[in-house]
């Protein structure tokens, strides 16, 4: 399988501890974003890398969350002290930037539950 | 201020009929369009898109309608499979291989 790997699939935590997961692009593709969908709304974008660089973090939902893509490989998204409102499904995609009419491809997404 | 808006919650069609999702976006900059398919506990598909130069694109039984100056696209489905039953986002981007931003989605029943 080739496609946009996301890890763990699903993930259970108890309010104020830190989760991380793991997103595993398409090989070769240099551009990876995480987006975040909550229930009944679409995908929301939060951050994403042109191979190690973060071109836009603005869209981070605070300071608690950081991404990082150390090597321009696979990605982890770190969620600190996490909170009720944290819990959604939390999608990586990857795109191979080549310019005009580029599309992502996103993986199956974490689904977390804070409790 | 949701830049892209997907009207219509819900669609049902018969097998073999012509579905028919309808987008609309406020952001005139937007310059690229997408539509996903998404499956319960799956991510998104990718089905079909569009840029800002054309106003129809087509792949098999999709196809993809863009009016600029209405700020409107429209997704074709033609003729509609129950195996299409799934909740469809359209998506727009300043450009190609930039943020996107989704549409709250609409799911299509196909009845056999």
């Known amino acids: 399988d080739t496609g946009v790997s996301q890890n763990p699939r699903h993930k259970i935590t108890k309010r104020g501890q830190n989760v991380t997961f793991r997103c595993d692009p398409i090989?070769?593709?240099?551009?990876l974003y995480w987006y975040r969908q909550t229930l009944g709304q679409g995908p929301e974008f939060l951050t994403y890398?042109?191979?190690?660089?973060?071109?836009?973090k603005s869209r981070l939902l605070s300071d608690r969350f950081s991404a990082e893509r150390p090597k321009g490989s696979f990605s982890t998204l770190e969620i600190q002290r996490t909170e009720q409102g944290d819990s959604a499904m939390y999608l990586c995609?990857?795109?191979?930037?080549?310019?005009?009419?580029?599309?992502?491809?996103f993986g199956p997404g974490t689904r977390l539950l804070v409790l | 201020d949701q830049q892209v808006k997907q009207n219509s919650p819900s669609l049902s069609v018969q097998e073999g009929r012509i579905s028919i999702l309808n987008c609309d976006y406020t952001?005139?900059?937007?310059?690229?369009f997408l539509w996903y398919k998404k499956y319960p506990a799956e991510g998104p598909t990718f089905l079909i898109s569009i840029s800002s130069i054309k106003d129809k694109n087509e792949d098999g039984r999709f196809t993809v309608f863009l009016n600029k100056s209405a700020k409107h696209l429209s997704l074709h489905i033609v003729p509609s499979q129950p195996g299409d039953s799934a909740v469809y986002f359209c998506a727009a981007s300043l450009y190609a291989g930039n943020m996107l931003t989704f549409g709250g989605g609409t799911r299509l029943m196909v009845k056999p």
């Open positions: 952001n005139s900059m937007f310059d690229y």
């Open positions: 890398f042109q191979n190690e660089a973060q071109l836009e």
């Open positions: 090989s070769e593709h240099n551009r």
């Open positions: 995609a990857s795109s191979p930037y080549l310019g005009a009419e580029e599309t992502q491809y």
